[in-house]
Structures are given as structure tokens and as C-alpha cells.
């Protein structure tokens, strides 16, 4: 499996606070997505990334913005955290045309 | 979009029982994954499978993309094959690159 490293695992921020999410991928894949699971609704595509500096919406991406400065981070930034917003992140990677690998998860509850 | 949709959404089985998981898709696809995300919340890549079949122990899929779906098989299930089986296709006429998943099988092995 890829190298994906999530941080933090778990965080309790409170609504209307800036949170940032990193993923980071020892594997030099090209691709790098951003994922939320919520019950009822499997993984939706928040945004995904295609190269350095080269990013693009997903299915459920008000409310949120990234950034990838260089191959290995990708970072999710919620800049002012609602309820809603309470789900269990994840990031995948892929080297592109090939299977996909995903990070263990960031738990995240907006209080 | 796309539309992936699983069935059944819930299974109960007895240890050793067989059973098919089922995910049908709307439109053509250039990769399908399965995965399996324990009750940890892991995802665990299954298989890698956009068309054709493929076997890993007690574990096999098939996928006929002209029709449009993809079959998992397990055999002689055991209660570690708890948890929830998710299929993603990657669309094959836009969206390239993009990951999108159904909402899964939920799977309760009772020893």
C-alpha cells in the first residue's frame, strides 16, 4: 500500500474556526483527492488534485479549499468550520489510470 | 453524474455461508475498485477489476463493463469479513481522474 499519512486523527474544533487537514504520500502518485463519509451517504469527492498547484472541485466542495505546494502534502483547509461539517476525512492517492489508496482518516467534530 | 448504486444495502450471514455483492453504474467506466472498510474504518483495497475477473482467496469479482455492473464474491465467509464493501468507478467520459463511490454493503458475519 501507498505511504498516506493523515493529521491529526482526531480534532474537536469549535464553529466558525479555521481548520487545516494534511495529507501527506511518500509514493510520488500524481493524484490526490479528499474524501468526507458520512452516514447514509458513503465517500463524496470534496476536491482532488492532478498535479502541483493543479486542483479541481468535487461533489461537495462549498465550504472548502486545498492546496498542494508540492507533490507530497495536500491540504484540506475548512476556513470557517460549521456543524455540517462534522464527518471522518479521508485522502486517497493514485498514481493516475491505476488503483487508488487511502489514509486512515481524520475524525473531525464541530462543536 | 454518475450513479453507483450497491445491493443489498444490509447482509446478514452465518459464518461459512457464500454471498454476491452487487454494484451496478450509469454510465462507462475506465477503472472500477472494490474495497472493504473494517469496523476500524479502514479502507482496504479488494480488488482492481474494470473488467474482466480476478480471485484472491475466498475473494473474487467480476466486472462486465458493457453491462454495466460488478459482482463480489464471498465464499466461506468468516466473521473478519465484517464490515462495509464500497465500489468506485472512475467515469470514463468526463470527470477524468475522479473517483465516485456507492454507498455501499454493510456485512455482519455471525459466528
Known amino acids: 500500500d501507498a505511504g498516506i499519512t493523515q493529521s491529526p486523527r482526531h480534532k474537536v474544533t469549535e464553529t466558525g474556526t479555521p481548520v487545516t487537514l494534511r495529507c501527506h504520500q511518500t509514493?510520488?502518485?500524481?493524484?490526490m483527492y479528499w474524501y468526507r463519509q458520512d452516514p447514509g451517504h458513503g465517500l463524496r469527492l470534496i476536491h482532488y488534485s492532478y498535479g502541483v498547484k493543479d486542483t479541481d472541485k468535487g461533489e461537495v466542495s462549498d465550504g472548502y479549499s486545498v492546496s498542494r505546494s508540492k507533490t507530497e502534502d495536500f491540504l484540506l483547509t475548512l476556513e470557517s468550520a460549521t456543524s455540517s461539517q462534522t464527518s471522518v476525512y479521508f485522502c486517497?492517492?493514485?498514481?493516475?489510470?491505476?488503483?487508488?489508496?487511502f489514509g486512515q482518516g481524520t475524525r473531525l467534530t464541530v462543536v | 453524474g454518475i450513479q453507483v448504486e450497491q445491493s443489498p444495502p444490509d447482509l446478514i450471514l452465518q459464518e461459512g455461508a457464500n454471498s454476491t455483492l452487487r454494484c451496478n453504474f450509469s454510465?462507462?467506466?475506465?477503472?472500477l475498485q472494490w474495497f472493504h472498510q473494517n469496523p476500524w474504518g479502514q479502507l482496504i483495497n479488494l480488488f482492481y477489476i474494470p473488467s474482466g475477473t480476478k480471485q484472491n482467496g475466498r475473494l473474487s469479482a467480476t466486472t462486465v463493463a458493457t453491462e454495466r455492473y460488478s459482482l463480489l464474491y464471498i465464499s466461506s465467509s468468516q466473521t473478519t469479513d465484517s464490515g462495509v464493501y464500497f465500489c468506485a468507478v472512475e467515469p470514463a467520459t468526463y470527470n477524468f481522474n475522479k473517483f465516485y463511490f456507492g454507498s455501499g454493503t454493510k456485512l455482519n458475519v455471525k459466528p
Open positions: 454510465d462507462s467506466v475506465n477503472n
Open positions: 486517497a492517492t493514485t498514481m493516475g489510470g491505476t488503483e487508488a489508496f
Open positions: 509514493e510520488n502518485h500524481r493524484y
